[in-house]
């Protein structure tokens, strides 16, 4: 994005002030970004520049502290369409003998006595000196909309890591291998391997709105509804006739005006489904696992047998875990009564299958459970990713 304008100020006189503030003997000149390159010195090192058009500046009022109490230049930069310009600033820069300018700034205690209508150039510096350039930007295309509106993507939390609690993985060509721990948290000294492709991407967070977006759209209902003027119970006749009583013109008594009358663009019956494509869903769950993986929030543990439903044994196992009082999502490969009975009064849990888990429930959680058995699926042709 190119600046709409720059002010490029002389510091070097201030060593005790890099930024210029207050400092005096300040000179500068108004100018735009052209572009960007690079230079290289005789051993081929190569450093980025930015290329600036610097002036020249006309000089279009002086202010002097007998008059306004300050010492400053005002130049006016860049010419502007006449047409474009009021009344007030055409005689403005008529003053200085020039033409509507777009920008205009000033400089306090410019340190040369400079007369309206002179030209300042860039020759006012010297090679070597050194200068601070401050930069305005045009603010158009999505990068306006994102700095005015404050518009984002998708963040996800950082969370503290526990030493006993996260998943060791280690690279071994495309897979990662992952400690598989017992309900007491402790290593059992097997592993699981995680296909890279499927935990180790690099997470895309726009796909993840979008399909977080479809998810939550597909649970609204759309059945509001409000009734128009044409629906409400009303006469339809003129309450009074047009002219001559004194008051407003009015039609009849469902008029939208009116206590009991008809609502104007009410929400009407229409479904919030947005379409993603397959490809693009399959994306948005590999990059939420990729993310989780990165955060150190998936937890693989050893197979559940309980004889009996036992809550309390589920919730020792999430306290091993260090992931009491998370939101936990606890994946299993598949329905088990014992198993559900036993997550099932915990609050913060969402017991879910592999076949059913989507890209919501695995952001919305803070911790992400998987059964030994459910992890390996992953890297066998039977189910996708």
Known sequence: MKPASLLVRHVQGCPNNPAGINCTNMKGIIGKKIGMTSIFDPSGKQTACTVIEA???????????????????????????????????????????TSPKKFVKEFRDFPEEKNIGETITVDIFAEGDKVEV????????????????????????????????????????????????????????????????????????????????????????????????AEVKGASRKLHRQKGTGGSRKGNIRNPL????????????????????????????????????????IYIVEDLSLEVPKTKTFVDMLGSLNADGKK?????????????????????????????MNTYDIVNADVVVLTETAAKIFSEEEVEA
């Open 55 to 97: 002036g020249p500046c006309v000089i279009t009022q002086v202010r002097t502290k007998e008059s306004d109490g300050y010492s400053a230049l005002q130049l006016a930069f860049g010419d502007k369409n006449e047409k474009h310009s009021n009344k007030s600033e055409t005689n403005h820069f008529a003053k200085s003998n």
């Open 134 to 229: 401050i930069g305005t930007t045009k603010g158009k295309g999505f990068q306006g909309v994102v700095k005015r509106h404050g518009f984002h993507g998708v963040v996800f939390k950082k969370r503290d890591t526990r030493d006993n609690a996260c998943v060791v993985c280690t690279n071994k060509k495309n897979e990662m291998q992952a400690d598989v721990l017992n309900i007491e948290g402790k290593k059992t000294g097997r592993t699981v391997e995680l296909p890279e492709e499927i935990f180790g991407v690099e997470p895309n967070n726009h796909v993840i709105y979008l399909a977080i977006k479809q998810y939550l759209g597909a649970q609204r209902q759309g059945t509001h509804k409000v009734k128009t003027r």
């Open 258 to 297: 009116y206590k009991g009358g008809g609502t104007v663009f009410g929400p009407k019956p229409h479904g919030y489904d947005i379409k993603l494509n397959r490809k693009v869903k399959d994306l948005a769950k590999i990059s939420a696992l990729s993310q989780k993986l990165k955060d150190s929030a």
């Open 328 to 356: 936990t999502l606890f994946v299993i490969p598949e329905y088990n009564d014992n198993v559900y009975l036993s997550f099932r009064n915990v609050p913060v849990v969402n017991g879910i299958l592999l076949s059913d």
